[in-house]
């Protein structure tokens, strides 16, 4: 299994910039009527047992749902022991140090390993997960497959974690108080995982917390949906992001300044952009040869043979980095359409690809294709996430590219 210490140094350092010892909400950043909310709905003694964080990435649904939980563990509502870290608190605060208290819990998407050959579930990966946690609480789904090292597989919340998830609150706390747990990207959960869930949310164990997080709020089943209270989560302020890096990261305000644009309030986008790992895969240039093949195969049949071989090269990917390629196309043609129509105050990105420029290059996005381009990757990358095989998909992508693109 591929742990964060056997990760290439590069990727690991793009991790480690570990938060403070203790995620509490003095540490997160911005979403402060967020942070209002739950800390008044606590200190109240109102607290439901089921509520859904919906966000972004990087816009700190994960750290504010450990923080919240911390806050509630450690007696920290109706300010007990003068406030997130006072007086004796300090024991039950050193548990969230390592992300260990007995009665947080966790369930997120796993994969089969060649240490997990069958069934895996959360607690197969544990302590991956809070070594993961504690060096990247903003850390993207797809920071956690490269952790997993899914390769062509998708991670998913199966029945078994459902399963472990009853035998575990079925149990007294260790404390006496609340029991937490934490459904990270609970749109990865299958069919049968929310049907079982779905029970326990209608009739939950006394003192039970549920917190389900989410960046698709429609991909989560109504029924559960429902009875949850929903929460949503903006993206965070430039000001936000760039202030924490000086602070944090000891950079130039310039620099951090253009991270924090670039970042688009996306907190772990702007670690990895500062660590300059965004090139770990070379999003821009293959958007550049595709682009540049639909081109020339219009009216050229033997360019075609280009475009073949560019989606047996995407193909050979794992899927996860397929999708993530596909989402990067979109906002590489949005960003060519809002330099179209006039708005290069909100282009943030530009390919560092020889020759290549997005003004040049966005004439050919306008209202008459953008739909019809936006509508085709989407449809890839749905049939990519249903296991469809990705080269005829792409190869079917491609061609409708070189209609597309030359659409007046």
């Given at each position: 299994m591929l742990t964060l210490k056997s990760l290439e140094p590069k990727i690991f350092d793009s991790l480690i910039f570990c938060y403070l010892c203790f995620m509490q909400f003095s540490e997160i950043l911005g979403q402060e009527h967020i942070k209002s909310h739950l800390t008044k709905s606590a200190d109240l003694g109102r607290i439901p047992h089921a509520q859904l964080f919906v966000g972004p990435e990087g816009s700190g649904t994960l750290p504010m749902a450990i923080a919240y939980a911390q806050y509630i563990l450690c007696g920290n509502a109706n300010?007990?022991?003068?406030?997130e870290n006072g007086g004796e608190n300090e024991s039950c605060n050193i548990k969230f140090d390592k992300?260990?208290?007995?009665d947080l819990h966790f369930v997120y998407p796993t994969v089969s390993t060649e240490d997990v050959k069958t069934k895996p579930k959360s607690i197969d990966f544990i302590a991956d997960w809070r070594a993961f946690v504690t060096h990247n609480p903003y850390g993207s789904l797809f920071d956690w497959y490269a952790v997993l090292g899914v390769n062509n597989k998708q991670g998913l919340i199966r029945v078994e974690d459902a399963s472990d998830v009853l035998k575990t609150l079925a149990l007294k706390s260790y404390e006496g108080g609340y029991k937490i747990m934490i459904v990270w990207m609970a749109d990865k959960m299958n069919v049968e995982a929310s049907n079982k869930l779905l029970k326990l949310l209608e009739e939950p164990p006394e003192k039970t917390i549920f917190i389900l997080i989410s960046e698709q709020?429609?991909?989560?089943?109504?029924t559960i949906r429902s009875r949850c209270q929903v929460l949503h989560f903006?993206?965070?302020?430039?000001?936000?992001?760039?202030?924490?890096?000086?602070?944090?990261?000891?950079?130039?305000?310039?620099?951090a300044a253009t991270i924090a644009h670039q970042a688009q309030g996306n907190y772990n986008k702007a670690l990895h952009l500062l660590q300059n790992d965004e090139d770990d895969y070379p999003f821009d240039e293959w958007f550049v040869t595709w682009v540049r093949a639909a081109f020339k195969a219009k009216g050229n049949a033997s360019a075609i043979q280009d475009l073949i071989q560019w989606s047996e090269q995407i193909a050979g990917l794992g899927r996860e980095t397929q999708k993530k390629f596909l989402e990067f196309c979109i906002e590489m043609f949005r960003q060519a359409l809002l330099l179209n129509y006039e708005s290069p105050s909100l282009v943030y990105l530009e390919p560092k690809v020889e020759k290549f420029q997005l003004a040049n290059f966005a004439p050919f996005v306008n209202g008459n294709n953008i739909h019809e381009i936006f509508k085709e990757l989407s449809d890839a990358m749905y049939h990519i996430e249903r296991n469809g095989n990705a080269k005829i998909i792409l190869t079917d992508l491609s061609i409708k590219l070189t209609r597309l693109i030359h659409k007046k």
């Open positions: 300010g007990e022991n003068g406030g992300i260990s208290h007995p709020e429609e991909d989560i089943i109504q903006g993206g965070l302020p430039e000001n936000c992001i760039a202030e924490t890096l000086v602070a944090k990261k000891q950079i130039d305000s310039k620099l």
